[in-house]
């Protein structure tokens, strides 16, 4: 059995670190705040009080961190990976950054005879949880076949996109796709509402045809219920769409949609809402048009 270590216990990570204790696989946890650490030491994983001491008894490191600027400093800085790094050893990094970051810590992981694979993921908490997460991985593919049982724990989907950066830069495109899919069930369902029908049932008839996505299958029923908490929080879905807009720069394409997109997030920060799930981007339109969402009772 390959040894793991998990650094980053957060709403997404600690139960993908449990999904891979749960197949077998013998688990080192690091996290900021320990009160996750705990929770899983108490179901078999062990603490270390340091990246670098994860990586260094282990087979293979995954981490799973807010932003580009946290995995550089925990895969580069003090204390990081690189100090516990050992010929041979499997990085995998979960978290949403940029590919150019990506591609910065795998080469200079590179040269201690460190493995890299950037491998974002989606499917949100439920996913995390259920262990159906889609995982899109960039860098060498001998890495990923050997890390596969690991993955395979935590997704049912598992894609090899190509070199190092490449899983973010399917990343960046998911989350174009994700952020235009709550954008447009906002605007469907106040616009159904305000028209005068029951936008549950236009939920119900409109995603058995062409308008038929993840989102409408699983969001609007939490909306109608009168709850917008995570999920995925908005701060970190407009922190994703920011990447989105840097890369979309980086290669001169234009991403208009996805800019607009972006400054109703921002908006939703800004209206001290970005703790709740990105599906609640509803609530701009709410405060744009003065009316409320009717919930079910």
């Known amino acids: 059995m390959l040894r793991v270590g998990y650094i980053g216990l957060g709403l997404m990570g600690k139960p993908m670190a449990r999904n891979i204790m749960k197949a077998g696989f013998p688990l080192v946890v690091h996290n900021r705040s320990q009160a996750a650490v705990e929770e899983l030491v108490a179901e078999g994983a062990v ?29 580069l800085g003090e204390n ?19 590919p150019e970051t990506a591609r910065h810590i795998a080469e200079v992981l590179g ?29 060498p593919e001998a890495a990923l076949e050997k890390a596969r049982p690991i993955l395979e724990a935590e997704g049912r989907t598992i894609t090899h ?10 990343k960046v495109a998911n989350q174009i796709m994700v952020a235009a899919q709550m954008v447009a069930m906002a605007e469907l369902l106040l616009l159904s509402q305000k028209a005068g029908v029951d936008p549950e049932r236009v939920v119900q008839a409109i995603r058995g045809g062409a308008a038929q996505c993840w989102t409408l299958d699983n969001k609007p029923q939490r909306l109608f219920a009168g709850e917008r908490g995570p999920g995925f929080k908005a701060y970190m879905m407009l922190k994703d769409l920011d990447i989105v ?53």
């Open 47 to 75: 603490a270390a009080h340091s990246p670098a001491e994860v990586a260094a008894q282990v087979d293979v490191v995954i981490t799973n961190l807010p932003d580009s600027p946290d995995v550089e400093a925990v895969a």
């Open 80 to 98: 990081g990976i690189i100090e516990g790094a050992h010929e041979g050893l499997i990085f995998i990094d979960h978290s949403t950054i940029k």
């Open 111 to 139: 040269e201690k005879g460190v493995l890299c694979l950037d491998a974002p993921v989606s499917g949100g908490d439920i996913g995390a949880q259920q262990g159906t997460l889609t995982i899109m991985v960039g860098g």
């Open 161 to 170: 996109i190509g070199e190092a950066g490449a899983g973010q830069v399917a």
């Open 245 to 297: 807009m840097d890369t979309a720069r980086a290669y001169g394409m234009p991403v208009p949609s996805t800019a607009t997109h972006t400054q109703l997030f921002r908006s939703m920060q800004e209206l001290g809402l970005g703790e709740l799930d990105n599906s609640a981007v509803i609530a701009v339109y709410e405060a744009l048009t003065q009316t409320h969402l009717v919930e079910k009772k």
